[in-house]
């Protein structure tokens, strides 16, 4: 399954700087953008899925609010 999510960036005095938009909790930096985006994912493995075993299901919800 993928999951597409939009990240701010931006170049700070030595690392390019990143922030997830759907959770802004995650955070993280890069040498180059590259680097910033294979972190980005990292992190938001390590924050989203620390805790879930490799062989989870996925299902999708409908709420009516």
Avoid: C, S
Avoid at 19 to 36: A, C, F, R
């Amino acid at each position: 399954m993928e999951t597409k999510l939009k990240m701010v960036y931006w170049k700070g005095e030595k690392f390019w700087v990143g922030k997830l938009l759907e959770h802004p909790e995650i955070m993280t930096q890069g040498e180059t953008l590259e680097d910033l985006e294979e972190n980005m994912k990292e992190a938001y493995m390590l924050m989203t899925m620390e805790d879930v075993p490799e062989d989870h299901k996925v299902r999708e919800l409908a709420l009516n609010l």
